[in-house]
C-alpha cells in the first residue's frame, strides 16, 4: 500500500528567503504525485502535480517540485517566498492511476518578515 | 461561479445527534469525494462516488451514510455523533479520466464540532 511521508510537520522561513518542502512517498506501483495548500480556514487548493514525463514540474505561485524515483523524493521549493505563502502544504499520491489520494501529514509554512 | 460548496460551513451539536452535511459541485464531474481532516491537520478520504456508485469506502464507521442523488451531489449524513467526530470535513470532485489522473477540486469544508 502507497504511503506519503512529510519529513517537516513546521518550517519557519524568512520573507524573500528560499524553501524546500520534503515528501517522500513508498509505492510498488506507478505513482502520481500532488501538491496542495491550504491556506488559513480554506480548502485545499493543488499546487502542482507530477503524473508522467518532465521530473521537474512547475506549478502556480512560483512554486515547482522535482520527481526522483530513486530517492522517492517528491520535494516542493520556492527560491524566494512571500508573507502570502504562509499556509499548510501537503503533498499527496495516488497509486497506478487510482482515484483514492493519499495525504501526507502536511507541514506548516510560516514566513516571517 | 463554478466551484465545490458545502453546507453548513459551521455545524455545533451534541453527542447523540444525528446530522447531515451537504455538497454540490457544478464543475460537470462525474466523481466525488468526502474527506476528514483531524485536529492535527490529517487528511483522510472516507468515501468516493463515481456517477452515485460508491466506489471507495474506507474503515468509516457504520454511522457514517453517504449518499448521492445525483451526480452533482453527495451528501454525508452522520448517526449519533460522538466527539471524536469533531473535524473537518471536505467535499471533493474531478473527473475521472481512465489513464490520465484529473485535479481533484476541494470545497471549502464544514467544521464539526460535537460536545
Known amino acids: 500500500a502507497q504511503s506519503v511521508t512529510q519529513l517537516d510537520s513546521q518550517v519557519p522561513v524568512f520573507e524573500e528567503a528560499p524553501v524546500e518542502l520534503r515528501c517522500n512517498y513508498s509505492?510498488?506501483?506507478?505513482?502520481?504525485l500532488f501538491w496542495y495548500v491550504q491556506y488559513p480556514n480554506q480548502g485545499l487548493q493543488l499546487l502542482l502535480k507530477?503524473?508522467?514525463?518532465?521530473?521537474l514540474v512547475k506549478g502556480i505561485n512560483g512554486f515547482e517540485a522535482e520527481f526522483n524515483k530513486s530517492q522517492t523524493s517528491f520535494h516542493l521549493r520556492k527560491p524566494s517566498v512571500h508573507i502570502s505563502d504562509t499556509a499548510e502544504y501537503f503533498c499527496?499520491?495516488?497509486?497506478?492511476?487510482?482515484?483514492?489520494?493519499?495525504f501526507g501529514k502536511g507541514t506548516k509554512l510560516t514566513v516571517n518578515p | 461561479d463554478t466551484a465545490v460548496s458545502q453546507t453548513p460551513k459551521y455545524l455545533v451539536t451534541q453527542m447523540g445527534n444525528d446530522k447531515s452535511i451537504k455538497c454540490e459541485q457544478n464543475?460537470?464531474?462525474?466523481?466525488m469525494y468526502w474527506y476528514k481532516q483531524d485536529s492535527k491537520k490529517f487528511l483522510k478520504i472516507m468515501f468516493s462516488?463515481?456517477?452515485?456508485?460508491?466506489?471507495i469506502n474506507e474503515t468509516v464507521p457504520n454511522r457514517f451514510s453517504p449518499k448521492s442523488p445525483d451526480k452533482a451531489h453527495l451528501n454525508l449524513h452522520i448517526n449519533s455523533l460522538e466527539l471524536g467526530d469533531s473535524a473537518v470535513y471536505f467535499c471533493?470532485?474531478?473527473?475521472?479520466?481512465?489513464?490520465?489522473?484529473?485535479?481533484?477540486?476541494f470545497g471549502p469544508g464544514t467544521r464539526l464540532t460535537v460536545l
Open positions: 464543475l460537470g464531474h462525474d466523481t
Open positions: 471533493a470532485s474531478s473527473q475521472s479520466g481512465g489513464i490520465t489522473y484529473n485535479e481533484q477540486f
Open positions: 462516488y463515481n456517477n452515485k456508485e460508491l466506489i
Open positions: 507530477y503524473l508522467s514525463g518532465s521530473t
Open positions: 509505492s510498488s506501483v506507478s505513482v502520481y
Open positions: 499527496a499520491g495516488s497509486e497506478g492511476g487510482s482515484e483514492k489520494l493519499v
